[in-house]
């Protein structure tokens, strides 16, 4: 399995647009972690 890529998803901007939420609120009503992601390319037999 060879590593292509990663990263994280910075939601911040993204999510509960809606409302009139400070950066904090919605980090406690989601998380404090961006979510991360990684990419591989697998061999097929």
Known sequence: M???QGG???FLGKVLT???LSKQI???MISDHNPLWAEFK???K
């Open 2 to 4: 060879e590593f292509i």
């Open 8 to 10: 994280n998803f910075d």
């Open 18 to 20: 809606n409302r009139d």
């Open 26 to 28: 919605i980090s406690f």
């Open 42 to 44: 697998v061999r097929r």
